[in-house]
């Protein structure tokens, strides 16, 4: 039997001994009903916390009825209302406000800034917003809840009205005030306010940095970047936020040079990137041009193991489709699937665009058929797909599938038909798309439309349809201007096209890259070669644009034409490129026709040392060699064509049946009614010969170089 406790001794102490140590208060007697309060409100946090209404009602009946001071209830109060807004709880929520006035606590601190959280929860802002103007509060708190729920919303101009008034009772606005304040603001356009409020916070305000983070963003919101970046540079310090802000104004202004190199000093500065950062850059290289930028942008990102978004995912399949790296396109497409997010709409519609333009057509046809719910976008994407590599009978099939399926065409789809109707010879189509645009009101003010109407007929050889179309544009850009200067120049109106590139300058409509090769093109081909060495060098001089490739390809073309074939070479071998096979050709072809054997034999070996796979390309070659008696080397170059595979792609011609285009191959006798067209051709060829146009006998065609070298 153990001994007694009197009799026990640890260590040589009875207990007696033992119970002087024990503090007083571990002697108390236990109340057992405070207890039981404070397990009640933590039961009642929890179910609150998970969304548990009726356990958290009974939990806070039992309170009440225990609960021995206002401040209990209080605080079961809030804890309850918060749960009604969370499960979206209305009536409840409304009762426990009447029994909160019943009880004289709405106007209590603590529960009015739960109050409002839960009327704002079902867009009762007039409700918030009486409950804040009444609650006779003089701190910020509750002003700042309504302000940044407000704003949370979208209604800018609401918010704005609440920190107005909150302003007339003389309540000082904190830090939480002013970012949501300064939000509204950039979101509104509104300037003026925007620079009072900023003056308010140098006036009478600490140095915050989420305060000074919000004025940045909303500078940059105004466009004033310049201001922004003054803001940004006397930060006493900066975080990613900082950064980001100050990158993001740069890139909504299109200033990507400021936006690239900020992006370097923020990684000199050891400054963590997130994802948004690593998509606005990688966003703005797509947007350059440099698209093996935003691919090697990518890269950093998995190896600092920074997640690829479905942003990430899309822009960086935007760059795969322009370069036509299939091979990373793919590779894109499979982490899309592994982070699940390859279903996403823009994903999907990216990864067909990027097949289709990657010429992998039975891909990207998959993927399409694949998609369930198909949008516009994901029928301009296939329909875009098939235009960009000439497939007139797809895209013709595409487009009657999509009308069938319900899809309205939108101007997009239209713009991206209407160039192929030009390419393949389907004036026709053309004629038919121009009618159904005229007849819809809502594709008045899609330039992009009209401009794709004026390429149309201009490539097609229709000029003064194209300019018809012109002169009935209300609004008119440097597109609009090339697509007809083009189409004046195929049609050797040289004269009439550089009219329309002064009238262009005198609109203050700045050419760009691509209406210079227009203009010099048009040059060329009028045999105008002063006027367009002044406009090669005037590009630089008065339109800031450098010269490119085609604009010296146009100039070797402008120059072999006139016969001025030292120009031409000097041309080619002073150029800050390497030249391509077509100048290589072009120049050969000039010394061709003026009969120039010297610079002919030079370009003929430069031409060959490209190894081209155009056939035609070693028809010139060849034939420069036969006139000048070079029969070694023109043994060597039937050798290299032999030796390459090279092989003649059969001509292909139109024929307009009336109701149709019918295509038609050299040879071709697959048509039903071949016996009876080849007769005719026949005879259309000796009609030919009678009217003085016959082939130059000391050249060797295509199709005998060929023959001889099979």
């Known amino acids: 039997m153990p001994p007694s406790s009197s009799r026990l001794i640890l260590n040589g102490l009875s207990v007696s001994q033992l119970e002087k140590f024990i503090p007083k208060k571990w002697k108390q007697p236990i109340n057992n009903e405070h207890i039981m309060r404070i397990n009640l409100i933590e039961t009642l946090k929890d179910f609150a916390g998970r969304g548990n209404l009726s356990k958290a009602f009974e939990a806070f009946t039992r309170i009440r009825i ?7 209830v209080l605080y079961s109060f809030a804890h309850i209302i918060f749960c009604c807004g969370k499960v979206k709880a209305l009536a409840q929520g409304k009762q426990l406000h009447a029994c909160a006035i019943a009880l004289g606590l709405e106007k209590n601190p603590v529960l009015v800034p739960k109050l409002v959280t839960f009327y704002a929860s079902f867009s009762l802002y007039n409700n918030a917003c009486f409950l804040v103007e009444n609650s006779n509060i003089r701190y910020p708190l509750p002003w700042n809840l309504l302000i940044s729920l407000y704003v949370r919303d979208g209604f800018y101009a609401e918010a704005l009205c609440v920190y107005k008034q909150m302003q007339s009772r003389r309540i000082r606005g904190d ?53 922004a970046r003054r803001l940004f540079d006397k930060m006493l310090e900066r975080d990613a936020v900082s950064w980001n802000t100050m990158i993001s104004a740069y890139a909504s202004k299109g200033l990507w040079k400021e936006a690239f190199q900020l992006f370097v000093e923020m990684q000199e500065e050891g400054v963590e990137v997130n994802v948004i950062t690593w998509n606005t ?67 999907r519609n990216a990864l067909i665009t990027m097949y289709s333009r990657c010429k992998d057509l039975r891909h990207a046809y998959i993927l399409f058929k694949m998609t369930a719910e198909k949008s516009i976008i994901t029928w301009n994407s296939m329909l875009s797909g ?34 192929l109707c030009a390419r393949v010879a389907n004036l026709q189509h053309g004629k038919e798309f121009h009618c159904y645009i005229l007849r819809r009101a809502m594709f ?26 012109f002169d009935l544009m209300s609004r008119r850009d440097e597109v609009t201007y090339t697509s007809l200067i083009a189409g004046y120049g ?51 001089s008065i339109y800031g644009i450098f010269p490119q490739l085609e604009h010296f390809a146009c100039m070797v073309d402008l120059y072999g034409r006139a016969g001025l074939l030292n120009k031409a070479k000097e041309i080619i071998t002073k150029m800050p490129y390497t030249p391509t096979s077509a100048m290589w050709a072009t120049l050969l072809g000039a010394c061709q026709i003026h009969r120039n054997t010297g610079i002919g034999e030079w370009a003929a070996e430069k031409l060959l040392e490209t190894r081209p796979e155009n056939s035609g390309y070693y ?92």
């Not at 440099?290 to 935007?318: C, H, P, W």
């Not at 794709?452 to 097609?460: G, Q």
């Not at 024929?655 to 016996?675: E, H, I």
């Open 175 to 227: 830090n939480f005030t002013y970012p949501s304040v300064l939000k509204a603001c950039g979101e509104m356009m509104d300037v003026d306010f925007g620079r009072v409020v900023h003056s308010c916070i140098d006036a009478c305000h600490e140095w915050s940095l989420f305060v000074h983070n919000a004025l940045v963003s909303m500078y940059g919101k105004f466009g004033q970047v310049n201001v």
């Open 66 to 72: 225990t609960a021995a001071s206002h401040d209990v």
């Open 386 to 419: 098939y235009t960009h590599l000439d497939c007139a009978e797809e895209s013709a099939f595409l487009f009657r599938e999509m009308f069938r399926s319900g899809v309205e065409p939108n101007y997009v789809t239209i713009a991206s038909i209407l160039p």
């Open 444 to 469: 008045n003010e899609h330039l992009l439309l009209w401009n794709s109407l004026v390429e149309m007929y201009a490539r097609s050889g229709k000029v003064p349809e194209a300019k018809s179309v």
């Open 490 to 540: 195929i049609q050797g109106e040289g004269r009439v096209a550089l009219k329309l590139f002064e009238e262009m300058n005198k609109n203050q409509i700045k050419p760009d890259h691509v209406t210079m090769v227009a203009v010099l093109s048009a040059c060329s081909h009028s045999g105008l070669v002063v006027e367009g060495q002044k406009q090669f060098e005037r590009m630089t």
């Open 281 to 347: 850059i990688a966003g703005g290289c797509l947007r350059t041009g440099n698209f093996k930028g935003v691919l090697e942008l990518l890269s950093r990102m998995r190896t600092q193991e920074t997640y690829l978004d479905s942003v990430a995912t899309v822009i960086g399949l935007g760059a795969c489709s322009h370069i036509g790296a299939l091979k990373l396109g793919k590779e894109i497409h499979g982490s899309a699937v592994r982070g699940c997010y390859g279903e996403y709409e823009n994903v």
């Open 619 to 710: 028809v010139l070659i060849a034939n420069m060699y036969a006139a000048a008696g070079c029969w070694d080397k023109l043994a060597k170059v039937r050798t290299c064509m032999r030796d390459l595979g090279v092989r003649k792609i059969p001509g292909c011609a139109w024929v307009d049946a009336g109701s149709v285009f019918s295509p038609f191959l050299v040879d071709d006798t697959s048509n039903v009614q071949a016996q009876e067209i080849y007769p005719l051709l026949g005879g259309l060829t000796e009609l030919m010969k009678d009217a003085g146009y016959v082939v130059k006998e000391e050249f060797c065609s295509e199709e005998e170089i060929v023959e001889e070298i099979g």
